[in-house]
């Protein structure tokens, strides 16, 4: 007997719905299955061997995040099928900042109410993500909360669990004064900051639409623009040169986020002249009047990534970078100070 419940569904959760959505995802979680995923959608969890060559001393490193307020961006568009790659990789550019290769990732994705078909488009980018990603979707959640949430809105969030070698995980006290930082290009805002930003434009369907000539685009395209997944070029780097740190430029920009990956007594001087500021940064600090210190506080500023290595092994590492597919150029150096970061 199929399982139906008439009287949950008069509640407001119907079943049915989530058996459609699987089946419609099915196709798009296809295209991230690897070697080590040994059990296919609708167990109670998810198996996946690790596969441990080349590993001496295995050490899982996981992570979780969401899309955050970007989300909005895609309900005004009626726009699903980005939102996932943003939640994959806000999940995996922070476990390859030790060094770990992401190795399967889970999604969680709550709604007012289960639309098969959107449900099966924000599962189409979490597939995306992961193939970007090169891990391996092995399972997730869809639950309705009717009552708790508009039926057309939802919420996104996601799990990944990396591997590395104890002796590979990346040791930031060995950065020292002289050592050089890259910047990794981003894609433009990422999946933070969003509450500013919708702060600063009033978010509408109509400004959405409207054509920025110095984006290329409209607004909305280029807001709901996914965060760019750096796993590959991070894993191109360690194979080819020391690295000494990474940081995932996230909520809280430069200031916040640099200084996580730094020894005491050290510090980033960043030279501002040097950062390639995407074109939304600089729409966004005009339109809402904001001042540079709180744009590095709090956007990427067109930097998704800050690597440290040695300035002998910069020119190396920048090719490795852009031989997998990224841009990445020299924006500062590491300094004998207590001040975390300096733009100047």
């Given amino acids: 007997m199929k399982s139906f419940s008439e009287s949950y569904k008069e509640a407001g959760v119907d079943v049915t719905a989530g058996y459609k959505a699987v089946e419609l995802m099915k196709a798009h979680?296809?295209?991230?299955?690897?070697?080590?995923?040994?059990?296919?959608?609708?167990?109670?969890?998810?198996?996946?061997?690790?596969?441990?060559?080349?590993?001496?001393?295995?050490?899982?490193?996981?992570?979780t995040d969401g899309v955050g307020t970007k989300i909005k961006i895609a309900f005004l568009l009626d726009k699903h099928d980005t939102v996932g790659i943003d939640c994959v990789a806000m999940c995996v550019n922070d476990v390859i900042c030790c060094g770990a290769k992401p190795q399967f990732f889970l999604d969680y994705i709550a709604c007012g109410k289960n639309f098969p078909e959107k449900i099966a488009q924000i599962v189409s980018g979490v597939a995306e993500g992961c193939v970007q990603a090169e891990c391996a979707l092995i399972g997730g959640e869809t639950a309705e909360h009717p009552g708790l949430m508009p039926e057309d809105e939802y919420d996104l969030a996601g799990f990944t669990v990396g591997v590395v070698d104890k002796d590979k995980i990346l040791d930031p006290s060995t950065q020292k004064a002289g050592d050089v930082m890259i910047a990794i290009k981003s894609s433009g805002v990422h999946s933070n900051g969003f509450s500013l930003v919708r702060k600063v434009f009033s978010v509408t369907e109509q400004n959405l639409a409207r054509h920025q000539s110095d984006l290329g685009a409209t607004l909305g395209e280029s807001l709901l623009t996914p965060t760019r997944i750096y796993v590959k070029a991070v894993m191109s780097l360690l194979d080819s040169v020391k690295v000494k740190s990474i940081s995932h430029i996230t909520g809280g920009g430069f200031y916040e986020n640099i200084p996580r990956s730094l020894p005491a007594g050290i510090s980033a001087k960043i030279d501002r002249s040097a950062v390639q500021v995407l074109p939304i940064f600089d729409l966004i600090a005009k339109t809402g009047k904001i001042p540079e210190r709180d744009m590095f506080n709090t956007f990427n500023m067109g930097v998704g990534m800050a690597v440290v290595v040695d300035k002998n092994d910069a020119d190396k590492a920048i090719s490795a970078i852009k031989a997998a597919g990224e841009d990445a150029y020299v924006m500062g150096e590491l300094v004998e100070s207590d001040e975390g970061v300096i733009i100047c």
């Fill in 29 to 63: 979680v296809a295209r991230t299955m690897n070697k080590g995923v040994l059990s296919g959608l609708g167990g109670f969890g998810g198996l996946y061997e690790l596969d441990m060559t080349g590993i001496n001393k295995p050490v899982l490193v996981s992570g």
